[in-house]
C-alpha cells in the first residue's frame, strides 16, 4: 500500500510537470484546440514558403507539423519554431563565393503574418529567425504573448520601429532581433525611438540588439541598468557613442558583452573592467576615430579569470601586449587583428592552455616565430586550432616543431618576412584546413607532404621565391580543396594532359607561373570555378572550345599576358539560358587573338570590365555592346579595329574607362559619348577620327581626368569648355590638325599637380594610360600618379 501511494504521487508530480512544461511529440497527445489550428492554417496562408517546409501542415493533429510543439495535456500550442534550418554562417567557404547559398534562400520563410497568430493565447516560445519578411514592420500585436519567454526575430528582413508594445512580455528571458553578421544578407532594418518599455522586461536574460539604430537621445545604460537579471547583451554596430558609461551596479551578473562596431573611449574600458563576471567581450571595431589607447589600459582585465573570448579587433591599441594576458588561464579565443601592437608576442602567452584562436592579423609585431611556436607546451600545441599573423614583421624560418599543433587547422602568416624551405613535417598537420603563406620570401621546392592534407580547402604560397616542379603528387589526396594560390614563384606546374584533379576549385590563381606551353586540360574538369587568374602563364596555344564554358560560370577570368592564338569562337550558346550571371571581368590582353570581336560577349550583361588590348583583333566594335549596362572598363586599344565608333557606347552610363587608342578608327566622335558622365579615361589616341573637339567634352564629362587624342585627324580650335575639367590630369591634343590659341584658362587645371590615388566606388583602381614623353612610350599603371 505504502509503495502504491508513492507510485501515484510520482505519476501526479509527473502529470504536474507535464502540464507546465511539456511539448507534445506522440499520437497520444490532446488533440489540437480548433481555433489554434485554424489560426494557424490562416497564417500559412500568408506566407511564402518556395521549399515547401510546411507541407505537414494538413490535418487535425497540428501537434504533428513542423515547428509546432503544444501542451501534451490541454493541447494548447506552446512553441513556434520556424527559424530557417539552413541558417547562414559566414565561416562557410561558399558564403563569400557564392553570395547567397541556394539551400539558405530557398529555405527562407516570406509574406505577411497574419494576426490570426494572436490566437495562440497560450505561445511562450516564438522563433522566426534567419527567413526573409523583406520590408514589413515587426506586427504590434507580438506584444500580446503574455506567456512568451523566447521571442527571435534574427536575420529576417523586418524594418521600422520595435513596437514599444513588446513591453507588455514581462514574461520574456529572451528577445534578439538583432543580425547573425556584418554581411548578413538578410539583416534587419531596425531603429528604436523609445527604450523605456525595456524596463518592464524584468525576467530578461538574453537581450541581442545587434545593428538596430538606438538614437543618441536614447540612455542606453540607464535603461540596461535596470535589467537586474541580463547576462548576454549584444549592441553590436548600434551607432553608439559610449563616453563616460554609467556605473552599471545592478549589471554585475553581464557573462557575456558585445559592443563592437561603435565609438567608444578609455572610460568605458575602466567601466569594463569592473564586470568581473565577464566571460566573452567583444570591442570589435571601435569607431571613434578620436582615440588611440595605449595597451596597458588592459592590464585590468588580467584579473578577470572567467574570461573565455576577447575580441579586440581594429580597436586602436598599440603598445606591447600585455605578459599578464597569459593569466587568463580560461581564455579559448583572443583576436587583436588590426590594431598597432608591437614588440614580440609574450612568451606567457603559450601557457594559455584552453587558447584555441589566437588572430594578430595587421599589427607591428616582430621577431622569430621560433620564438613563439618554436617550443610550444603540451596543451597548447594540442589547444589551438587557428593562428593568423599576417600582416606583421615576422622573421627567420618556420619552426620545426609546427607540426606538434595537431589540432591547428588555420596557419595564416602571410604579408611579413619569413624565408627559407618548408619542411615535410608541414604535412604532418592533418587538421589544416587553411594554409596561407603568401608574400613572403620562403624559397626551395614545394614538399610533396602537403599533397596528404586531405582537410586543406585554402593553400595560398603566392609571392615567394619557391622553384621547382609542382606534380601530381602535390595534390594526390586534397579532395577538399577550394582556393588556390601559387602564383609569383618559379614553379612549373607539370601535370599529364589526362590529370583528373581529386578536387573541385573556386578560385585558381597560377599567374606567373609556368602552366603551358599547352592549354591546360584539367580546367575542363573543374565545374565550379569562381575566378581563373592565369596571366603571364607561358601558354602557347588557342583556347579550347570547351572553354567557352567558364565564361558563363565564372566571375573573373585573367589569360592576360600569354602567346594564346586564334579567335574567340567558344561555343558558348548552351550555357547562355543555364546560366545568368555570366563572368563580370575579363582580362585578356597581351595575346595574339585574331579575327573579329565575337557578338556572344554581349549576352554577358552583368560583364563590369572587359579588357582584350593588344592583340590583333580586326573588324568593328559589335553595336551590341550597348546592351552591356553595367559596363565599367573596356579596353580595346592596340588591336586593328576600324570602322566607326558606335553611337550604342553613349548608352553605357555605368562606364569610367575607356581606351580605343591604337586602332584604325575613322570619322567623328559619336555625340552619344557625351552621355558619359562617369567617364574618368578617354583615350582615343593613335586612330584616324577626323572631327572638331566638341563643346561637350567639358560640359557634360566633368569627371574625366584623362583625356588622350593625340595622332589623329582632330582640326579646328581648341575649345574653351575644356576648362570645366577641373579634374584633368592628363590632356594630350599633340599631333592633330588643331589650329589657334590655346584657351588662357588652361593654368587652372591644378589637378595636373596631384598625386592622388585613382578611387573607383571605394577600390583603388589601377588605370592604364600610355603616354609618349620626349619621343619616349611610356606606360603608366601603379606608377600613375607621378605622371
Known amino acids: 500500500m505504502k509503495h502504491t501511494k508513492h507510485n501515484i504521487m510520482l505519476v501526479l508530480i509527473f502529470l504536474v510537470l507535464i502540464s507546465k512544461f511539456g511539448y507534445c511529440y506522440s499520437n497520444d497527445a490532446a488533440s489540437c484546440i480548433e481555433g489554434e489550428r485554424i489560426a494557424l492554417l490562416q497564417f500559412k496562408e500568408s506566407l511564402i514558403d518556395t521549399s515547401n517546409r510546411l507541407s505537414s501542415w494538413n490535418g487535425l493533429d497540428c501537434y504533428e507539423w513542423e515547428g509546432i510543439s503544444c501542451n501534451s495535456t490541454t493541447g494548447h500550442v506552446l512553441k513556434l519554431d520556424l527559424h530557417n534550418p539552413a541558417t547562414l554562417t559566414p565561416n562557410d567557404i561558399d558564403y563569400y563565393y557564392d553570395g547567397l547559398p541556394s539551400n539558405y534562400s530557398n529555405n527562407c520563410l516570406g509574406g505577411e503574418i497574419n494576426h490570426s497568430l494572436i490566437n495562440l493565447t497560450h505561445l511562450n516560445y516564438l522563433d522566426l529567425s534567419f527567413n526573409n519578411f523583406s520590408k514589413i514592420r515587426i506586427p504590434v500585436f507580438f506584444g500580446s504573448f503574455k506567456n512568451l519567454r523566447y521571442l527571435n526575430l534574427t536575420s529576417s528582413g523586418f524594418v521600422g520601429n520595435i513596437p514599444t508594445h513588446l513591453g507588455n512580455l514581462s514574461s520574456l528571458e529572451c528577445l534578439h532581433f538583432g543580425q547573425a553578421s556584418v554581411d548578413d544578407l538578410t539583416a534587419n532594418d531596425l531603429a528604436t525611438n523609445n527604450l523605456d518599455w525595456l524596463t518592464s522586461l524584468s525576467s530578461l536574460k538574453s537581450l541581442d540588439m545587434s545593428a538596430v539604430f538606438i538614437r543618441p537621445s536614447e540612455n542606453v545604460f540607464g535603461t540596461i541598468n535596470k535589467l537586474v537579471s541580463l547576462s548576454f547583451l549584444n549592441l553590436y554596430s548600434c551607432q553608439l557613442n559610449i563616453t563616460n558609461p554609467p556605473s552599471l551596479v545592478n549589471s554585475t551578473s553581464l557573462i557575456s558583452l558585445n559592443l563592437g562596431e561603435n565609438a567608444w573611449d578609455a572610460m568605458t574600458l575602466l567601466w569594463l573592467s569592473n564586470l568581473t563576471r565577464l566571460e566573452n567581450l567583444n570591442l570589435h571595431d571601435n569607431l571613434n576615430f578620436a582615440y588611440s589607447f595605449n595597451s596597458s589600459l588592459l592590464i585590468p582585465f588580467c584579473e578577470h579569470l572567467n574570461l573565455i573570448s576577447i575580441d579586440l579587433f581594429s580597436s586602436r591599441f598599440q603598445g606591447p601586449i600585455p605578459h599578464c594576458l597569459g593569466n587568463l588561464t580560461s581564455l579559448t ?448 599603371t601603379r606608377n600613375l600618379k607621378f605622371l
Open 333 to 780: 579565443f583572443l583576436n587583436l587583428a588590426i590594431n598597432k601592437f608591437e614588440g614580440s608576442i609574450p612568451k606567457s602567452i603559450s601557457r594559455l592552455c584552453r587558447l584555441q584562436t589566437l588572430d594578430l592579423y595587421i599589427n607591428e609585431l616582430s621577431g622569430l616565430l621560433t620564438d613563439f611556436l618554436g617550443a610550444p607546451s603540451e596543451c597548447l600545441s594540442y589547444s589551438l586550432e587557428m593562428l593568423s599573423l599576417d600582416g606583421n614583421h615576422f622573421t627567420g624560418q618556420l619552426p620545426n616543431q609546427l607540426y606538434k599543433y595537431k589540432n591547428l587547422n588555420t596557419l595564416s602568416l602571410n604579408s611579413n618576412s619569413l624565408s627559407g624551405p618548408i619542411a615535410d613535417s608541414l604535412g604532418n598537420l592533418s587538421m589544416l584546413s587553411w594554409l596561407d603563406i603568401s608574400y613572403n620570401k620562403f624559397s626551395g621546392s614545394i614538399p610533396t607532404s602537403l599533397g596528404q592534407l586531405s582537410n586543406l580547402h585554402t593553400l595560398y604560397i603566392d609571392h615567394n621565391s619557391f622553384q621547382g616542379i609542382l606534380s601530381e603528387l602535390h595534390f594526390s589526396e586534397l579532395i577538399n580543396l577550394k582556393r588556390l594560390g601559387i602564383s609569383e614563384n618559379s614553379l612549373f606546374l607539370d601535370v599529364s594532359s589526362n590529370w583528373d584533379p581529386p578536387f573541385q576549385l573556386k578560385e585558381i590563381v597560377l599567374d606567373s607561373i609556368k602552366v603551358g606551353p599547352h592549354f591546360p586540360q584539367w580546367l575542363r574538369t573543374q565545374t565550379k570555378v569562381f575566378s581563373l587568374f592565369m596571366s603571364n602563364a607561358s601558354i602557347s596555344d588557342a583556347i579550347p572550345d570547351w572553354f567557352g564554358n567558364l565564361f558563363w560560370t565564372c566571375s573573373a577570368i585573367d589569360l592576360s599576358k600569354n602567346d594564346i592564338r586564334g579567335e574567340l569562337s567558344m561555343s558558348v550558346e548552351g550555357f547562355m539560358n543555364e546560366f545568368k550571371q555570366g563572368c563580370l571581368w575579363i582580362y585578356l590582353s597581351d595575346n595574339h587573338l585574331t579575327g573579329e570581336i565575337p557578338k556572344w560577349l554581349c549576352n554577358l550583361k552583368h560583364l563590369q570590365m572587359l579588357d582584350i588590348s593588344s592583340n590583333k583583333l580586326s573588324g568593328e566594335i559589335p553595336s551590341c555592346f550597348g546592351k552591356l549596362q553595367e559596363l565599367g572598363y573596356l579596353e580595346l586599344g592596340n588591336n586593328n579595329l576600324f570602322g566607326h565608333i558606335p553611337n550604342s557606347l553613349g548608352s553605357l552610363s555605368q562606364l569610367f574607362s575607356l581606351h580605343l587608342q591604337n586602332n584604325k578608327f575613322e570619322g567623328e566622335l559619336p555625340s552619344s559619348l557625351q552621355n558619359l558622365g562617369s567617364l574618368i579615361t578617354l583615350d582615343l589616341s593613335e586612330n584616324g577620327l577626323m572631327d572638331v573637339i566638341p563643346p561637350w567634352i567639358g560640359e557634360n564629362l566633368r569627371s574625366l581626368r584623362f583625356l588622350n587624342f593625340q595622332k589623329n585627324k582632330f582640326f579646328g580650335d581648341i575649345p574653351f569648355q575644356l576648362c570645366y575639367l577641373n579634374a584633368l590630369q592628363l590632356l594630350n591634343l599633340a599631333n592633330n590638325n588643331i589650329s589657334g590659341s590655346i584657351p588662357q584658362c588652361f593654368n587652372n587645371f591644378t589637378a595636373m599637380v596631384n598625386d592622388s590615388i585613382l578611387d573607383i566606388h571605394g577600390v583603388a583602381f589601377e588605370e592604364n594610360i600610355q603616354e609618349s614623353i620626349k619621343g619616349l612610350e611610356l606606360e603608366y
